[in-house]
């Protein structure tokens, strides 16, 4: 039997640890943190029983039957259906945007096939949008973007959004009906497990071949598994050391409140995008869970705060620049020379991943390559 050490607890190093338990080899888990699950960390408020997204707000959300029955097995899902709220001086819009935003941000009564055919007045005739503005400015015109996206992807990115790729705001559509469903309808299955994500993990790690080490740094392991094959999930750039430098990472200050309500915002997402609010959306977490029962009187509130990720921070999401994307290249040239490393996740790949994204990849590379090196 050979053994696998795998860098990072959270979803594609469970997922990868799952299956080659599994098959029968020894694996080894080492995290960083006290606690596995990464950033998909949930757990239980004691004194209102209101499960709490410690690392911002996750929502599972899919298309694809295979990866939906693959976390099945670890989970039952409740029907939780993401809806999105924004707040633009003092009003209150649906978001993603939809018939009734553009109605009432323009102030008109607009028909579905007419609110089309306004926005697609106001776009901006761009034929190749090649970054996040022009991208946006194609989309939606420069009244919607300079409400509504401008300035909260200041805020959330830390850049000018000329910097950005434009697959950033490709990932939000726009409704021309009254639809509030964050995902576009092709996310057939979506949800969030019924006692938080957690769970997930702890089955997934929970096999006899599985051993976990939790508070242990790759860099003091590191120099004990030559030639054992190794899946890395952190930062690539810190597993080299930041021989080219570091990749633009965004991290967050998330700051959690007790309100002395039964409901504070009505709704999970309540986004800020105005730069006089220094934090970028508030979360109020017992949304997820209208199936379950809570202490009246109290809810959880959290406000998420974007900054510049530095070493020490734990990083969240790829800026993914065009300097970034010259520097990531540097870092694959890199990994592709490493014989017995595979580097994987949002953090190993510096890509913006959804968690359904991450199971597939986490899947697809066990089955070939990772089961292909171990026997």
Same mark, same amino acid.
Request: aromatic content about 4%; overall charge neutral.
């Given at each position: 039997m050979k053994d696998l050490y795998i860098v990072g607890a959270g &979803?594609?190093?469970s997922v990868v640890a799952e299956q080659a338990s599994r098959a029968g080899y020894k694996v080894t888990v080492i995290d960083s943190r @006290? *606690?596995?699950g990464g950033n998909c960390y949930t757990e239980f408020d004691a004194e209102t029983g209101i499960n709490v997204h410690r690392y911002g707000p996750h929502i599972f959300h899919t298309d694809n039957k295979m990866i939906w029955d693959y976390l099945n097995q670890f989970t039952e899902f409740n029907e939780y259906q993401h809806q999105g709220k924004t707040m633009y001086q003092g009003e209150v819009y649906p978001l993603p945007i939809n018939l009734e935003?553009? %109605?009432k941000f323009f102030k008109k009564t607009f028909t579905p096939s007419q609110a089309r055919e306004f926005v697609k007045a106001q776009a901006v005739p761009i034929a190749d949008p090649q970054n996040f503005e022009e =991208?946006? &400015?194609a989309i939606i015109g420069t009244d919607l973007y300079e409400a509504f996206f401008r300035p909260y992807a200041v805020k959330q990115w830390g850049c000018d @959004?000329? =910097? &950005?790729?434009? $697959?950033?705001i490709q990932r939000l559509p726009v409704h021309y009906d009254y639809s509030t469903n964050y995902y @576009? *309808? %092709?996310k057939k299955y979506q949800g969030i497990p019924v006692n938080g994500y957690t769970p997930i993990f702890e089955k997934m790690l929970a096999h006899e071949n599985i051993d976990v080490f939790l508070n242990t740094r790759w860099e003091d392991i590191k120099p004990t598994v030559a030639d054992t094959l190794v899946i890395y999930t952190g930062p690539i750039d810190a597993y080299f050391d930041y021989c080219y430098g570091q990749l633009n990472w965004r991290? &967050?200050?998330i700051e959690f409140t007790r309100e002395p309500v039964d409901d504070y915002q009505g709704c999970v997402?309540? $986004?800020h995008p105005e730069s006089h609010v220094p934090w970028t959306r508030a979360i109020e977490h017992k949304h997820f869970h209208t199936e379950r029962k809570h202490t009246p009187g109290s809810t959880i509130v959290s406000r998420e705060y974007s900054r510049s990720a530095t070493r020490a921070d734990t990083p969240y999401y790829p800026v993914n620049t065009e300097q970034d994307k010259q520097i990531y290249a540097q870092y694959q040239d890199l990994a592709e020379q490493e014989t017995n490393t595979i580097f994987g996740g949002r953090l190993g790949e510096y890509k913006y991943y959804d968690m359904h994204q991450v199971v597939g990849s986490a899947l697809a590379c066990y089955k070939n390559q990772i089961r292909k090196r171990l026997t």
């Open positions: &979803l594609f190093g @006290p *606690h596995i935003t553009i %109605n =991208q946006a &400015l @959004p000329k =910097q &950005l790729p434009a $697959s950033v @576009p *309808h %092709n991290t &967050l200050d997402a309540m $986004s």
